[in-house]
């Protein structure tokens, strides 16, 4: 596979819930959310809320970035223009749901690329009534997800992933029969290797998506 220090950057990143005491600069943190602004947008629909309360943050993480879902901005914009927004509310959920998840992995990478450790915290649609409080969001802003950030203060293995012929199809969708997901689904390691997994308990990512758990 072709590699560079993008790449690389890309293929180590992991998860990380531990973090060093050690604050990141403003200049890191100004660096890290300029690139979350440089990702691709359907309306610059992104924006962030920015915590640095270790002792609220998750994990003790020195930064605490809520990737918003920014409507509001948006209408405020287009009504000193004098427009009117007619797109669809849900469309306009859909389109700001793209901008903030590009937005969110921009800056995974540059904070990568720095030496800094995150992880993303999904669960932050299930709080979003409490997230909007704390946060004194207006109307029509969501927060998407959230990510915990800072100099990690451990060194866990990417988690594995499946092959890429798992994820890949060219011209139609295969077949997902037993046999074919039995032969293609095991997981490997971003360096390649396959790993074994014989249960959902292998796979915590999937226990909140399965009715039967082990």
Same mark, same amino acid.
């Given at each position: 596979?072709?590699?560079?220090?993008?790449?690389e950057?890309?293929?180590?990143?992991?998860?990380?819930?531990?973090?060093?005491d050690?604050?990141?600069?403003?200049?890191?943190?100004?660096?890290?959310?300029?690139?979350?602004?440089?990702?691709?947008? &359907?309306?610059? %629909? #992104?924006?962030?809320?920015?915590?640095?309360?270790? *002792?609220?943050?998750?994990? /003790? @993480?020195?930064?605490?970035?809520?990737?918003?879902?920014?409507?509001?901005?948006?209408?405020?914009?287009?009504?000193?223009?004098?427009?009117?927004?007619?797109?669809?509310?849900?469309?306009?959920?859909?389109?700001?749901?793209?901008?903030?998840?590009y937005?969110?992995?921009?800056?995974?990478v540059? &904070?990568?690329? %720095? #030496?800094?450790?995150?992880?993303?915290?999904?669960? *932050?649609?299930?709080?979003? /009534? @409490?997230?909007?409080?704390?946060?004194?969001?207006?109307?029509?802003?969501?927060?998407?997800?959230?990510?915990?950030?800072?100099?990690?203060?451990?060194?866990?293995?990417?988690?594995?992933?499946?092959?890429?012929?798992?994820?890949?199809?060219?011209?139609?969708?295969?077949?997902m029969?037993?046999? &074919?997901?039995?032969?293609?689904?095991?997981?490997?390691?971003?360096?390649?290797?396959?790993?074994s997994? /014989?249960?959902?308990?292998?796979?915590?990512?999937?226990?909140?998506?399965?009715?039967?758990?082990?």
């Amino acid at each position: 596979m072709i590699t560079n220090s993008v790449i690389e950057a890309l293929l180590r990143r992991k998860s990380i819930r531990k973090y060093a005491d050690r604050d990141p600069s403003d200049e890191v943190v100004e660096t890290i959310a300029r690139c979350g602004q440089q990702a691709p947008f &359907a309306a610059q %629909l #992104g924006s962030l809320f920015l915590s640095r309360d270790r *002792a609220s943050n998750p994990f /003790g @993480a020195p930064l605490l970035f809520t990737v918003l879902i920014d409507v509001h901005r948006l209408e405020r914009v287009m009504a000193r223009r004098g427009w009117t927004r007619v797109t669809s509310d849900a469309a306009i959920l859909v389109f700001g749901a793209q901008d903030a998840a590009y937005m969110a992995e921009n800056m995974v990478v540059a &904070a990568e690329s %720095l #030496g800094l450790g995150s992880c993303f915290l999904g669960g *932050a649609l299930f709080r979003a /009534g @409490a997230i909007a409080d704390a946060c004194g969001l207006p109307p029509h802003v969501f927060p998407l997800v959230q990510l915990a950030m800072g100099y990690p203060a451990e060194d866990p293995p990417p988690r594995p992933r499946y092959p890429i012929s798992f994820s890949l199809f060219e011209r139609r969708y295969p077949a997902m029969d037993d046999d &074919a997901v039995g032969a293609r689904s095991n997981p490997q390691r971003a360096s390649g290797s396959r790993v074994s997994l /014989g249960s959902v308990s292998h796979c915590p990512h999937l226990r909140p998506m399965c009715s039967v758990h082990e």
